[in-house]
C-alpha cells in the first residue's frame, strides 16, 4: 500500500510562514513526479507547485515568489515551503506522487489556515 505524509500545516497569521512535508517511500520517491495541490473550502482541487521532468519545479501563479518546493533524496521526503500567506492560501493541502506509469497517489491532507 503507497503511503504519502504530510505534515507541516496549522493555523497563521497573514504574512507569516509554515514549511510543508510529504513523506513517502524510496520506491515511490525515486519514480515518481511529487506535487503539491490544494483545496479550499467549497472549490475544486487545485495544482500548487509541483516537480516536472529534470526536476524543474512548476509554480502556480498564485505561489510564485512566496512558495518554494524542494527535495530531500535522503528522506525521500518533498517539502513546500510558504512565505508571506494570504487568507486566501486558506485550504487543505494535498501531496501527490505520479508514477512513472501515470499511477497517482495522495496524501491525507494537512489544513492550513491563515487567520488574524
Known amino acids: 500500500q503507497v503511503e504519502l505524509v504530510e505534515s507541516g500545516g496549522g493555523l497563521v497569521q497573514p504574512g507569516g510562514s509554515l514549511r510543508l512535508s510529504c513523506a513517502t517511500s524510496e520506491t515511490i520517491f525515486s519514480s515518481s513526479a511529487m506535487s503539491w495541490y490544494r483545496q479550499a473550502p467549497g472549490k475544486g482541487r487545485e495544482l500548487v507547485a509541483g516537480?516536472?521532468?529534470?526536476?524543474?519545479?512548476y509554480y502556480a501563479d498564485s505561489a510564485k515568489g512566496r512558495f518554494t518546493l524542494s527535495r530531500d533524496n535522503a528522506r525521500n521526503t518533498v517539502y513546500l515551503q510558504m512565505n508571506g500567506l494570504k487568507s486566501e492560501d486558506t485550504a487543505v493541502y494535498y501531496c501527490k506522487a505520479t508514477t512513472t506509469r501515470l499511477r497517482e497517489y495522495w496524501g491525507q491532507g494537512t489544513q492550513v489556515t491563515v487567520s488574524s
Open positions: 516537480f516536472v521532468s529534470l526536476g524543474d519545479a
